[in-house]
């Protein structure tokens, strides 16, 4: 096995020949497609990606990540590693509930972030920000609000901040698309979702666990900074906040996945009724800040 090389950056270069003294730019290692609204600013606490005011429900997205322009074979990242980010939020996540997405004035009542955003490693399938044509793995830190309603797992939410495995890309994946079909249908038409949220799973691969629970305020507020760990080894991912275990998940995808970190106004919804859609929302100001970031090699 090929072992990922140790990484701990800092996000900013020093200034190049021929520019002014002390002027600092995002580390050349880091692609940044921002899009719309999207903007990278290094501050004195870290690196700030944040969001303008969007109104106009065009997608935006602050990004900064090492795989863009790299063909997915030769994306940089393989376990065993272990990823630790201290980050903290402009808004606290909405609290997390099965799948039950709160009304749009709800959404603007409570001032959480809107959209999704989070850090972690990925196989940068097809979104509204591109992608490739390929079925989604990822071992990430991951957050989104309603609209948005992607529960993966039996047990899994449809919004929120969670520790997340999705590992869709893999041989004999694609045979549960039949059963979940059928099981789908069975849901619209019986409102049971219990046979299709087991189908789901079993095409995702996906194990997930909330971080925001209402009854959990340490976690909860994201405005606050907090130290989270992945350790990525190749038969489990262990997920930590503040040193305190959040989940750990067989089975993760094997790589290679590329590092991503970002925030975004993007909404997706995947149920077991077969609901599959994804769209742009309308959101005020709003931030995630990093103030460090390594990835170092684990012993087998």
């Known amino acids: 096995m090929t072992t990922s090389p140790s990484v701990r950056h800092v996000f900013a270069s020093e200034a190049a020949p021929g520019e002014a003294s002390g002027v600092r730019a995002l580390d050349r290692r880091w692609a940044s497609?921002?899009?719309?609204g999207g903007r990278l600013t290094l501050t004195e606490t870290g690196l700030r990606l944040s969001l303008e005011r969007v109104a106009d429900r065009h997608y935006s997205n602050a990004q900064f990540d090492d795989y863009s322009g790299k063909r997915a074979s030769h994306y940089p990242w393989r376990p065993p590693l272990r990823l630790h980010v201290r980050a903290r939020a402009s808004h606290?996540?909405?609290?997390?509930?099965?799948?039950?997405?709160?009304?749009?004035?709800?959404?603007?009542?409570?001032?959480?972030?809107r959209?999704?955003?989070?850090?972690?490693?990925?196989?940068?399938p097809f979104t509204l920000a591109g992608g490739g044509a390929r079925l989604p793995d990822a071992v990430w830190f991951f957050g989104s609000s309603p609209p948005s309603n992607m529960a993966l797992s039996r047990d899994g939410v449809g919004y929120g901040w969670k520790a997340q495995v999705v590992h869709a890309q893999r041989i004999g994946a694609l045979g549960a698309l039949a059963p979940l079909s059928l099981a789908a249908l069975w849901a619209r038409l019986s409102?049971?979702?219990?046979?299709?949220?087991?189908?789901?799973?079993?095409?995702?691969?996906?194990?997930?666990?909330?971080?925001?629970?209402?009854?959990?305020?340490?976690?909860?507020?994201?405005?606050?900074?907090?130290?989270?760990?992945?350790e990525?080894?190749?038969?489990?991912?262990?997920?930590?906040?503040?040193?305190?275990?959040?989940?750990?998940?067989?089975?993760?995808?094997?790589?290679?996945?590329?590092?991503?970190?970002?925030?975004?106004?993007?909404?997706?919804?995947?149920?077991?009724?077969?609901?599959?859609?994804?769209?742009?929302?309308?959101?005020?100001?709003?931030?995630?800040?990093?103030?460090?970031?390594?990835?170092?090699?684990?012993?087998?």
Request: with cysteine.
């Open 33 to 36: 497609p921002v899009v719309g």
């Open 191 to 230: 409102g049971d979702e219990r046979a299709a949220a087991g189908w789901l799973e079993r095409l995702t691969g996906a194990h997930e666990a909330p971080l925001n629970r209402p009854l959990d305020p340490t976690r909860a507020d994201l405005r606050q900074w907090h130290d989270y760990t992945l």
């Open 232 to 300: 990525w080894l190749p038969d489990h991912a262990r997920f930590l906040v503040d040193g305190q275990q959040a989940l750990v998940a067989p089975n993760p995808p094997p790589g290679p996945l590329g590092f991503v970190a970002w925030i975004d106004n993007q909404y997706a919804v995947a149920t077991p009724r077969g609901e599959l859609r994804f769209g742009a929302l309308t959101c005020g100001p709003q931030w995630l800040e990093l103030a460090s970031l390594s990835i170092e090699p684990l012993g087998t």
């Open 92 to 113: 606290a996540a909405y609290p997390a509930y099965p799948t039950d997405p709160a009304p749009d004035a709800r959404e603007e009542a409570s001032g959480g972030l």
């Open 115 to 124: 959209g999704t955003w989070g850090f972690g490693f990925w196989n940068a």
